[in-house]
């Protein structure tokens, strides 16, 4: 009881913090924007394949709010470059087809467009789940915190936290309790210090990858390769994770537990098998074993390796010698070309606990092409079907 009475004060008492309105601003008559409201975050946990993971929550949780979506720059890390680098949403993923989902809209456009009237500077509050010991959210604090809303030039001149709401709107009331809390007239933005969303991806979550497409230039670097280098047959695509430090995370897996994104092949409840060391990182043999395996299904007339560790080219070529098969690799390798290459294979194994993997995976199963993971589909019982995915 003093739980629910706690939160409900709490209600009270954010709910009358006194901060701008949009009903205090001057709006020139006209002045189109979304009366909604909009949601706003930084992807700020990992690379790409994470924020992935987190941009179909963050865009689940628009939706259940009811507000625009500000679609982040992706966030990367260069080598060697001391602070990390914003790139437009766009460059990688088309916008409209978002739209047939919930309404979007670039940072960079309602930056430009919007927020000088709605959201202008001396307004704007970031929102995080607790408070650091200084009664502030942890805004900008460190990489890639600080250069990601510096891009935009934005300062925060207010702090609210959401403790205790949760970003699942899907449960009762979740919904109006935001509202409450965070009404549109006072917090015309909800700006996060991190996506507000779970890692891994919500299984029914996954099936909004449908409308994540890859943008023109994406699809045209994937198309021309193929048509140079794999259109001699059925190709067979796979991402090996083999980097050192992979395989030291991979000591950490606990069988019974779930681990990154092992929940896309295991289960949200591990109903489809456990974790292990062998799941997450298996060896030469396994791997070839399963790839001659799916050569032969297939007919397949090359493998093309999207890895993080390029010796494992070499040992592939030693491993499936005799099978004919050429063994391809994209030279200099990019990340977002590789997925949409190996979302075109003709079969695709993936690592159960890489959300790269995932990421690719998600896409196949959208366009009901079959896909496997790495270990697991050579040991699981035989009435479970890989190529199904729950949602």
């Known amino acids: 009881m003093e739980q629910i009475i706690g939160f409900f004060c709490k209600l009270a008492f954010l709910s009358a913090v006194g901060i701008a309105t949009t009903s205090g601003l001057d709006i020139p008559e006209g002045f189109e924007y979304d009366k909604k409201g909009y949601v706003a975050y930084c992807p700020c946990m990992g690379r790409f394949g994470n924020q992935a993971d987190h941009f179909l929550g963050a865009l689940a949780f628009a939706k259940g709010l009811d507000r625009t979506l500000i679609l982040p720059p992706w966030v990367e890390y260069e080598y060697m470059k001391p602070s990390s680098s914003q790139i437009p949403f766009d460059k990688y993923f088309q916008v409209e087809p978002l739209k047939k989902f919930h309404r979007v809209i670039t940072m960079e456009k309602f930056m430009k467009e919007i927020a000088p009237v709605i959201w202008p500077p001396g307004e704007r509050t970031g929102i995080c789940y607790v408070f650091r010991d200084n009664g502030k959210c942890p805004m900008k604090e460190g990489n890639p915190f600080g250069p990601f ?41 909800l700006a996060f210090s991190g996506a507000p969303a779970a890692f891994p991806v919500n299984a ?34 796979v991402h090996l994770r083999r ?11 606990t069988s019974g537990q779930q681990f990154f994104a092992s929940p896309q092949c295991l289960g949200s409840n591990n109903e489809h098998g456990k974790m292990s ?42 491993d499936l010698k005799g099978t004919k098969v050429k063994i391809i690799q994209r030279t200099p390798s990019e990340p977002h070309v590789d997925l949409a290459i190996l979302g075109r294979s003709d079969h695709y194994i993936g690592n159960c606990v890489s959300s790269f993997s995932a990421f690719a995976k998600r896409e196949r199963d959208a366009a009901n092409k079959p896909s496997s993971f790495w270990y697991f589909d050579m040991k699981k019982p035989k009435n479970i079907d890989s190529n199904k995915t729950e949602l």
């Open 149 to 189: 809303w510096d891009n935009f030039k934005i300062e925060f001149d207010n702090h609210r936290s959401y403790q205790p709401l949760s970003y699942s709107t899907q449960y009762s009331n979740i919904k109006e309790k935001w509202h409450e809390v965070f009404p549109v007239s006072t917090y015309p933005v």
């Open 204 to 237: 029914e979550n996954r099936k909004l990858h449908i409308f994540l497409q890859w943008s023109n230039f994406i699809n045209s670097e994937a198309e021309d390769f193929i048509a140079k280098e794999l259109s001699d047959g059925p190709f067979v695509g």
């Open 243 to 253: 980097g050192s430090d992979f395989k030291k995370a991979c000591e950490h897996a």
């Open 277 to 318: 060391y062998e799941l997450c990182y298996p060896d030469r043999q396994m791997i070839a074993k399963q790839l001659k395996t799916i050569i032969k299904k297939i007919k397949a007339t090359a493998v093309y390796v999207a890895t993080d560790h390029n010796p494992s080219l070499k040992e592939l070529k030693t």
